[in-house]
C-alpha cells in the first residue's frame, strides 16, 4: 500500500508561484506513475500533469503546459509541481495520486492523498 501526502499549498497573488510536494511512504514509488490533479469548487476534478518514475517521462494537460512543471526526487521519494503565473482560476484543491502507469493513474488512480489548498487572488 502506498500513502501519499501532498503540502505546500497557499495563499499566493496572481502572477506568483508555488511548488506543492507530494511525499510517498509505505512503498517506493517503483514503476508507479505519479499525478497532480485538482478541483475547484462545483466542478469536477482534472488532471494535471503525470510522470513515469522510472523512466522520467512526463505528461500535461495541454492548459497547464508552459506554466506547471512536474519532476521527482528518488531520494527523498516525493514528486514535485512547480506552479508559475499563477491565475485565479488557478484555485483548487490540488491532490496527488498513484497508478500503475504514466497512463494508468490519469485514467485510474488507486491511491490518493488527501489533497492541499492553493488559492490565488486577484
Known amino acids: 500500500q502506498v500513502q501519499l501526502v501532498e503540502s505546500g499549498g497557499g495563499l499566493v497573488q496572481a502572477g506568483g508561484s508555488l511548488r506543492l510536494s507530494c511525499a510517498a511512504s509505505?512503498?517506493?514509488?517503483?514503476?508507479?506513475?505519479i499525478g497532480w490533479f485538482r478541483q475547484a469548487p462545483g466542478k469536477e476534478r482534472e488532471f494535471v500533469a503525470a510522470?513515469?518514475?522510472?523512466?522520467?517521462?512526463?505528461y500535461y494537460a495541454d492548459s497547464m503546459k508552459g506554466r506547471f512543471t512536474i519532476s521527482g526526487d528518488n531520494a527523498k521519494n516525493t514528486v514535485y509541481l512547480q506552479m508559475n503565473t499563477l491565475k485565479p482560476e488557478d484555485t483548487a484543491v490540488y491532490y496527488c495520486?498513484?497508478?500503475?502507469?504514466?497512463?494508468?493513474?490519469?485514467?485510474?488512480?488507486?491511491?490518493w492523498g488527501q489533497g492541499t489548498q492553493v488559492t490565488v487572488s486577484s
Open positions: 509505505g512503498r517506493a514509488f517503483g514503476s508507479y506513475g
Open positions: 510522470i513515469s518514475w522510472s523512466g522520467g517521462n512526463t
Open positions: 495520486a498513484a497508478g500503475s502507469s504514466i497512463v494508468s493513474v490519469r485514467l485510474n488512480p488507486m491511491y
